[in-house]
């Protein structure tokens, strides 16, 4: 008897996780309701904004600490503003596009990966924040100036892509 009640507890289990993604009812009282994903942030590019409702999805993100990866290359984005509320951010591809301020990514102290060449940069202080980055690309920003970039070429260990004009 007792295996009989461990197996039903058992396939129970293995139900419900099954049904995860589903509200389930018991006498039409919600006794579960999957969580949501997060959609409660603003950005100022709406391109922006659909490129991380895109990232939300594909890792059905419940909370913006959960986002982790965000590829937003040739994406037309112009401002960065809003992605700050995202500080769980590792990887950041934002390569091709016309980004001339990155001073929202000065909140993203996990950033690990973060790629920015060919934009619009005109400095890179903000960069020096970003302790944990271990590859950075800012090639092909040609009115970027450097000396920002030589103090952060001194400081840093991990795979760094300087514009042509800084070399």
């Known amino acids: 008897m007792k295996i009989l009640g461990l197996a039903s507890v058992l396939f129970a ?4 996780n099954g049904c995860s993604n589903y509200q389930m009812t018991v006498n039409e009282t ?7 994903l997060f959609t409660d942030f603003t950005t100022e590019d709406p391109k922006l904004r ?25 994406a037309g984005l112009t401002s960065l503003a809003g992605i700050e509320q995202f500080r769980g951010l590792t990887e950041l591809q934002l390569s091709n596009n016309s980004l001339t301020n990155i001073e929202p990514l ?8 973060l790629r920015l060449e060919n934009n619009q940069l005109q400095q890179a ?5 970003l302790v944990n980055l271990k590859d950075l690309n800012i090639s092909e920003n040609p009115g970027l100036a450097c000396d920002d970039l030589k103090q952060l070429a001194e400081l840093f ?6 514009p042509e004009q800084c070399l």
Do not use: F, M, W
């Open 50 to 74: 659909n490129c991380i409702d895109q990232a939300i999805k594909d890792s059905n993100a419940t909370s913006p600490l959960e986002v982790t990866r965000l590829s937003c290359t040739h």
């Open 13 to 16: 289990t293995l139900a419900l």
């Open 157 to 162: 260990t991990g795979n760094l892509v300087l």
């Open 30 to 36: 919600v006794v579960y309701d999957p969580p949501t």
């Open 125 to 129: 202080t903000t960069l020096l924040s």
């Open 106 to 113: 000065a909140q993203l102290g996990r950033l690990q990966l």
